[in-house]
């Protein structure tokens, strides 16, 4: 994709913007800053509605008459789109402006919070959060493509800092933000709260986003759109089906799973040809850059403890601990905070020092606290677990501005977009893959520890024991990984020829 400078940035008619004046050494000119708090804004509100229904659903069984199986949907869905539309995105931010895109992302986003707040039975709030779901997973790729675009390689680090705060902390402020919520308010005001924030930031973009790339006519290969929805979407499903631990289901959760692998080999050889001429949906050629390739391995394997400690704590907090849900969310609050200030500091020394000072001691951290968190019990104080979460937060917060910034420094600019929608692709999987895997682990290990005579509470800490155990060894990759990254040397790190 051939990328504009700043100086040729358009006005929202379409029209050449005046030159402007050539800042200093790595600033930004005022009209990019716009752009891209605009944008940091926006994502942050519209990822943070990733996590925040999970709290609602006890009260949803009760006011709409569901399961809880059912009221699971309600996050199911939410990453079921994401998977199926992330995949997408490399073509759109290829083939529209940057002001179209995201002003149908930010009105996807406004209309699907709408049809959650008038929904007056439990179908339409799911489709309502499919139609959220849909503007979010465009946003995250458009953030992070025009970041790629306009921020020149010494200033990355520093913005990447503030990308991570989005991308990190948003997920894991919402069970708090949501448990504050229902304590005094109906579960629709989870939709009405958010709904002006995201019409004054769809009026303001609108009004202010410029234009920072130039499109390429392009046609999109319709059979790898439906190859990455039965891929990625029956992989997420998949993996949600056993997060579950369901066995009220026809379908076992392993059928999804299979279908999912072996549309995604499909989709990934269909890919392989395509790219020969430029026409993939997912240009696969970013992981021709060695760099890119283990950072996100690494990226993978810290977004699975991300969000599985995300899920995990909360129950290990009110299921064992005997917390409230809103207590629950507290707990998480002091590490959401402690890494969204740390963002911009890590993104600064980043700019200076390089990923491995931030990446090393960052994943020993997380692997310690893992490993630490294999000892909890029925009786843990809640202050070291508060404590432990704290640490993991700084740990997580020292390696996803390192990795975010070399892994999309590392791929040639004109496949900044497939670079993106490969890493939301990722994280969207992982997240999936971590939630089964720990959801999984300890409802096996606890019910096996139930039937050998464990009262229930020291059954349920048991098999969180060894969630914790699995997540722990599982991350020793990223640790591995965390010395063999490093910064771009180059803008696009000896990629192979795109022809």
Same mark, same amino acid.
């Given at each position: 994709m051939t990328q504009s400078t700043p100086s040729r940035l358009e006005d929202p008619a379409g029209r050449p913007a005046p030159p402007k004046t050539v800042p200093g050494p790595g600033a930004l000119p005022a009209r990019d800053r716009l752009v891209i708090t605009l944008l940091l804004i926006s994502a942050f509100v519209v990822i943070l509605n990733e996590t925040i229904m999970g709290v609602a659903i006890p009260r949803l069984v009760t006011d709409l008459g569901i399961t809880v199986g059912a009221g699971q949907w309600l996050t199911t869905a939410f990453m079921l789109t994401m998977a199926v539309v992330i995949p997408i995105t490399?073509? $759109? $931010? #290829?083939r529209f402006n940057t002001r179209p895109v995201f002003i149908a992302a930010m009105s996807l986003f406004s209309l699907g919070t709408f049809i959650g707040a008038i929904a007056p039975g439990f179908e339409i709030l799911v489709a309502g959060r499919v139609v959220q779901a849909s503007g979010t997973a465009i946003m995250m790729p458009l953030l992070m493509t025009t970041v790629m675009t306009l921020v020149p390689p010494a200033s990355r680090g520093k913005v990447m800092g503030n990308i991570s705060i989005v991308i990190s902390v948003a997920p894991a402020l919402g069970p708090t933000i949501s448990g504050a919520i229902l304590s005094t308010l109906d579960w629709r005001w989870l939709f009405w709260l958010v709904l002006p924030i995201a019409l004054a930031a769809l009026a303001l973009g609108s009004a202010k986003m410029q234009?920072?790339?130039?499109?390429?006519?392009s046609s999109i290969d319709v059979p790898s759109v439906v190859l990455s929805a039965v891929g990625f979407g029956g992989i997420v499903y998949g993996l949600s089906r056993l997060g579950e631990a369901s066995t009220d289901s026809a379908i076992p959760a392993w059928v999804p799973l299979a279908v999912g692998l072996?549309?995604?080999a499909v989709f990934v050889t269909r890919q392989l040809v395509l790219q020969r001429r430029d026409a993939a949906l997912l240009d696969l050629r970013v992981f021709t850059s060695r760099n890119f390739s283990i950072s996100i391995v690494a990226i993978a394997v810290s977004m699975m403890a991300l969000f599985g400690t995300i899920i995990l704590i909360p /129950?290990?907090? #009110?299921?064992?601990l005997g917390l409230t849900p809103f207590q629950s969310g507290l707990l998480l609050l002091p590490g959401g905070l402690a890494m969204g200030l740390l963002g911009p500091i890590v993104g600064r020394v980043y700019d200076r020092r390089g990923p491995r000072v931030l990446l090393v001691p960052g994943a020993f951290l997380v692997s310690a606290v893992f490993w630490a968190m294999t000892q909890v019990t029925e009786t843990t104080p809640v202050p070291l677990v508060l404590a432990a979460h704290v640490l993991l937060s700084i740990g997580l917060a020292l390696m996803f501005t390192p990795l975010l910034t070399a892994a999309l420094g590392s791929v040639q600019p004109r496949l900044y977009s497939h670079g993106s929608a490969v890493f939301g692709t990722v994280q969207q999987l992982a997240g999936a893959a971590g939630t089964a $895997?720990? /959801?999984s682990v300890m409802t096996l290990r606890g019910t096996s520890l139930a039937a050998e005579g464990a009262a229930a509470d020291a059954a349920l800490a048991g098999g969180i024991r060894a969630a914790f155990l699995y997540g722990a060894i599982i991350f020793l990759l990223a640790v591995v990984a965390s010395f063999f990254v490093r910064a771009p040397e180059t803008a696009d790190d000896t990629p192979a020829p795109l022809h």
């Open positions: 490399g073509f $759109l $931010l #290829q234009n920072v790339t130039t499109p390429r006519t072996a549309g995604l /129950i290990y907090a #009110q299921s064992v $895997l720990f /959801i």
